[in-house]
């Protein structure tokens, strides 16, 4: 039952924060900044379960995220698909290129599969960039409304909505899977990956499971991102942004679900905030970086979670 | 023919830069474990600061020694300050510590310096050499032979000291390095001494070519990154070749198949690469132990 309240309590606890957020504030800007931390939230999310579960590595994440940005943006341009199909039809193509290219790529291990990844991720970007005819290039290309049944979803009060609904279902699925056979899978493959080979478990089909459906999340997050602002750049998919999904992930801590919100959350605010430091803005983000990372190394969440559970003795 | 020749040429001229940020690499992750995503920084501090004490009146040969100079200090300060106080983290946290520290010095050098481009006169003239009806520039060969240069001193370094076989012995074995009385914890501190050193010359004797600004590093990083995998992380031998083939993957790609896919050949080649050889070019398959 206490495992029950553990894995559940943190999905309840963020539903609760989204349905009340919005009463403490009616500034459409904070409604602004919590969609876009949800969205963020839930790439990144996605991307602790390959990492933070099954322990494998990923620096080409944008990539997928940037399949599902261009999806609601080329399909409905050029092809003159409804957005929510375009949506999941992006959802779809990042799972199953993942799919495809996820069985080769994920027999490699640590760096090389960063570097592996790093390289998906740039080629899919590099598409994105020079198939200007389709894409609009480098200056990126309009994204029309999504429509639902006539409806328009457009400002923030709606995709806070949206994106927060979709978020609490993310933390569901997540939780879910990793109180699963398969989360236990993932987790004996990130502890060891001889050792539960030996124990029969099927490591390369478990490793492609998370590497799949964390690429689906991030296309999600793309589509959800592109249809918000109503614009999409090659930088949706470019190499920073796949740093900053890992760094969400580690700053927020690996294995946690709580930690995917709270690093994404942290990474989304904190350059808001410092734009008052103008041109040392840079320089503080990147102090912030390495002082949590010093005191705080197993993560945000993780590390302060341990140090009150040892508190009162 | 010609036009092999100059693409031949302007590849190694660019290769060489990626092998010694893979070098720096390698030195660092073969101390520490740690891969320094800040590498790409000390080839900015390097022809950052000779561009400013280059236009501040000092004469070129000290403005070089002083950004060498700097970025070793930057190199130690990194060691001390950020990579020490979390020792014992996990390696995914010290890469998220190598990221912010790369992200606080390019926050630095666009406040201490500013965001344009720089550059400054070559070291031995604009005339270029005509070799085979390709012409190469005396700075590119000058940044050929710096680079031979180094590679040359690194590996008198490694074989003939004493330091340097004490680098040898705690990248093979960290545990038994200690045991033999080897300060590895001082180990760490040289590589990062070596690293900076070597990155800042690359960016010195760069910049007249390919300018330089405060952003600069990021992209090296990662291309030295992936030069350093496709030779075999923790190999120096490896790092080099891997750089002088990415870097002539590139211009070959770009002169021969496209210019705007000539990033994309460079890693469709590294991933066919790594699908064959999982431990790149000459890495050794590890033994997980359990």
Redesign the interface.
């Known amino acids: 039952m206490a495992g029950f309240w553990r894995s559940y309590g943190v999905v309840a606890a963020i539903a609760i924060f989204v349905a009340v957020f919005p009463y403490l504030t009616d500034s459409s800007y904070y409604l602004r900044v919590a969609a876009l931390v949800f969205i963020f939230s839930i790439a990144v999310l996605g991307l602790n379960l390959l990492m933070g579960f099954a322990g494998q590595v990923s620096l080409g994440h944008a990539g997928f995220f940037g399949i599902g940005a261009y999806a609601v943006a080329v399909a409905p341009t050029h092809f003159g698909l409804p957005s929510w199909l375009s949506l999941i039809a992006g959802v779809a193509v990042a799972g199953l290129l993942a799919f495809v290219i996820g069985r080769p790529i994920l027999k490699l291990k640590g760096h090389y599969l960063a570097v592996a990844t790093l390289g998906m991720g740039i080629l899919i970007a590099m598409v994105f960039t020079n198939e200007a005819r389709l894409t609009g290039g480098p200056d990126g290309m309009a994204v029309p409304r999504l429509v639902v049944f006539g409806w328009v979803a457009r400002g923030s009060v709606t995709w806070y909505w949206i994106s927060g609904v979709t978020l609490v279902l993310a933390a569901l699925l997540a939780v879910n899977l990793i109180d699963s056979p398969t989360g236990r899978a993932l987790r004996a493959i990130h502890d060891s990956e001889t050792a539960s080979r030996v124990l029969g478990i099927d490591v390369a089909r478990y490793k492609l499971i998370a590497f799949v459906l964390s690429a689906m999340y991030a296309a999600m997050a793309g589509a959800y991102l592109a249809l918000f602002d109503g614009l999409v750049t090659p930088a949706t998919a470019g190499f920073l942004r796949s740093i900053e999904f890992v760094t969400m992930a580690v700053l927020g801590g690996l294995g946690s679900i709580l930690g995917s919100i709270v690093g994404a959350a942290l990474l989304t605010v904190l350059p808001q905030v410092l734009t008052v430091f103008h041109d040392y803005e840079h320089i503080a983000l990147g102090l912030i970086m390495i002082v949590f990372m010093i005191f705080l190394r197993g993560g945000i969440v993780p590390s302060l979670t341990s140090l009150f559970r040892r508190e009162p003795s | 023919m010609p036009e092999f020749l100059q693409f031949l040429f302007s590849g190694l001229m660019i290769g060489s830069i990626y092998a010694l940020v893979a070098l720096g690499f390698t030195l660092i992750y073969n101390a520490s474990d740690v ?1 320094n995503f800040a590498q790409g920084e000390f080839v900015m501090i390097g022809g950052m600061v000779t561009f400013f004490a280059v236009s501040a009146g000092i004469p070129l040969p000290i403005a070089a020694l002083l950004a060498l100079v700097v970025a070793i200090v930057v190199g130690i300060g990194l060691h001390r300050l ?1 990579i020490e ?2 020792k014992g ?9 190598t ?10 050098a ?2 201490v310096f500013d965001k344009n481009f720089h550059s400054y006169p070559p070291f031995a003239g604009v005339d270029p050499i005509r070799i085979g009806g390709a012409t190469i520039l005396p700075q590119s060969v000058i940044v050929l032979a710096g680079t031979l240069a180094i590679v040359v001193a690194l590996w008198a370094i490694m074989s003939r000291t004493m330091v340097g076989k004490a680098m040898v012995a705690t990248a093979s074995n960290r545990l038994a390095a200690r045991l033999v009385g080897i300060n590895t914890a001082a180990i760490v501190g040289v590589s990062f001494i070596l690293s900076a050193a070597i990155g800042a010359i690359g960016g010195i004797l760069v910049t007249p070519i390919t300018l330089t600004n405060y952003d600069v590093g ?1 992209l090296l990083a ?1 291309k030295g ?2 030069a350093a ?2 030779g075999g ?1 923790g190999h120096p031998f490896g790092a080099v070749v891997g750089g002088l083939v990415v870097g002539l993957l590139e211009t070959f790609g770009a002169g021969y198949i496209s210019s ?2 000539k ?2 050949i460079a ?2 080649v ?2 066919g690469v ?2 064959v050889m ?3 070019l000459f890495g050794r398959a ?1 033994i ?1 132990r ?1």
């Open positions: 891969i950020a106080p979390a983290a996990s390696p995914v946290t010290l890469i998220i510590i990221i912010g520290a790369s992200i606080f010095l390019r926050g630095i666009a406040v990021t990662l990154f992936a995998m496709l992380m705007s896919y990033d994309a890693f469709l590294i991933l790594l699908f999982p431990q790149g590890g997980e359990v």
